[in-house]
Each structure stands twice: as structure tokens, then as C-alpha cells.
């Protein structure tokens, strides 16, 4: 079975100032591990995954998480937030092998503030 | 290339009524998940199709309904519109079946009053 844990439903932070978006998953198996973004009214956007290569993961967007085996943990963090980064990120988990579905946090919805 | 697309966009119905959601995956891409996304319960898997078949299906009950099409476009219906099922319906494509990268479409924000 696996699940995901967002930690923070909400998170402001002025713009400039750096980002941190928790993500605690549980998976009997070896995991895969996402972040996506969603911006009001739109899809889902990409924006990194971590599929057991290296452990930090550069995304896009200046965004980057760490897989943390021992803490069951993906983190997501930016060195300095921008006003368009404001939206809702979802933090999602995988089988990395198999077909099972991708299991969805709730989402942390960050805001940025001038 | 152009993205996953969905239509329609929005949709109005009242309880008792059906309706067909439609989705068209990035050229090439053969496996579409369908997912509903409401302030509740957030994303939740529907089902995912590959080469015409449902290979995964998620907890919702039997008024939801998929197909896939050779061309790999995919339709959903929703029988028996209840107000709960107000929600926004994702659509997501993948190269293949098992691969994890999902392209989502821009969704079909359904409304039933």
C-alpha cells in the first residue's frame, strides 16, 4: 500500500524569501515520487521526479527535492520564492515498478506575498 | 506537440442526468487515467485505460463509467448525476502503461445543481 502526507495545508512566505513544502510518503514498495504543480483553472504541471537515481532532484523553476529513504520524506524547496509561484502543489507517489495508480497528497497551497 | 485536451471545458446539470466527459492524450501516448478532484477529498483515481481496456479503476461506484478508443482518445460518463459529483474531472496520459510521468489535460470543471 502507499500513501503521501502533506504536512502543511497552507504556507505563505514573502516573495523572495525561500520555500519549503513537506511530503511524508509511506510505500511497501520502491517508491517513485513527484511534485506537481497546479495553477488556478489549469492542469497539472510536472515539477520534478525522483525515480531511484539520484537522491536531490532539480526540477523546473528553480524548485528541487530531496529523497530522504530514513525519514520517508520528499521535501519540496526554492532558494527564493516569485510572485508566480503561488499555486496549489501536490505531492504524489508511485510504484517504481508496476501499474499500480499514483496515489495524491491533498495539496499545500503556497502563497507568496509582496 | 500539442497537450492533452479535454472537452468540454465547463458543464451544467441537474441531478438525474448524465453526462460525457472527453479526453485527448498527447500524440503517442496510449494509457489515459481519469481522476476527480473536489476541496474535499482532493485528486482521486477514477481509472486508467491502455490499448482499450480498463487496467486499473479506483473506488467509485458504477455510475462512473469509461471508454478508450483506438486512437487512444478516451471518454468518461457519469450516470445518474448525484450534487457530490460536482467536481473538477482530470485526464492524465502516459507513454505506456506502468509509466509513472503523467501529462495532465487543463480538466472539465462539472457543476450539478
Known amino acids: 500500500a502507499q500513501s503521501v502526507t502533506q504536512l502543511d495545508s497552507h504556507v505563505s512566505v514573502s516573495e523572495g524569501t525561500p520555500v519549503l513544502l513537506r511530503c511524508n510518503y509511506s510505500?511497501?514498495?520502491?517508491?517513485?515520487l513527484f511534485w506537481y504543480v497546479q495553477h488556478p483553472n489549469k492542469g497539472l504541471q510536472l515539477l520534478l521526479k525522483?525515480?531511484?537515481?539520484?537522491?536531490l532532484v532539480k526540477g523546473i523553476n528553480g524548485f528541487e527535492a530531496e529523497f530522504k529513504k530514513s525519514e520517508t520524506s520528499f521535501h519540496l524547496t526554492k532558494p527564493s520564492a516569485h510572485m508566480s509561484d503561488a499555486a496549489e502543489y501536490f505531492c504524489?507517489?508511485?510504484?517504481?515498478?508496476?501499474?499500480?495508480?499514483?496515489?495524491f497528497g491533498k495539496g499545500t497551497r503556497l502563497s507568496v506575498i509582496a | 506537440k500539442a497537450g492533452v485536451t479535454q472537452t468540454p471545458r465547463y458543464l451544467i446539470k441537474t441531478r438525474g442526468q448524465q453526462v460525457t466527459l472527453s479526453c485527448s492524450p498527447i500524440?503517442?501516448?496510449?494509457?489515459v487515467s481519469w481522476y476527480q478532484q473536489t476541496p474535499g477529498q482532493g485528486l482521486q483515481f477514477l481509472f486508467e485505460?491502455?490499448?482499450?481496456?480498463?487496467?486499473n479503476k479506483g473506488n467509485f461506484p458504477g455510475r462512473f463509467s469509461g471508454r478508450q478508443f483506438s486512437n487512444s482518445r478516451s471518454e468518461m460518463n457519469v450516470s445518474t448525476l448525484e450534487l457530490g459529483d460536482s467536481a473538477l474531472y482530470l485526464c492524465?496520459?502516459?507513454?505506456?502503461?506502468?509509466?509513472?510521468?503523467?501529462?495532465f489535460g487543463p480538466g472539465t470543471r462539472l457543476t450539478v445543481l
Open positions: 492524465a496520459s502516459s507513454l505506456r502503461r506502468g509509466e509513472r510521468e503523467q501529462f
Open positions: 510505500s511497501s514498495y520502491s517508491p517513485s
Open positions: 525522483y525515480t531511484s537515481a539520484a537522491t
Open positions: 504524489v507517489v508511485g510504484r517504481l515498478a508496476g501499474n499500480t495508480p499514483l496515489v
Open positions: 500524440s503517442g501516448h496510449r494509457s
Open positions: 485505460y491502455f490499448s482499450e481496456t480498463q487496467r
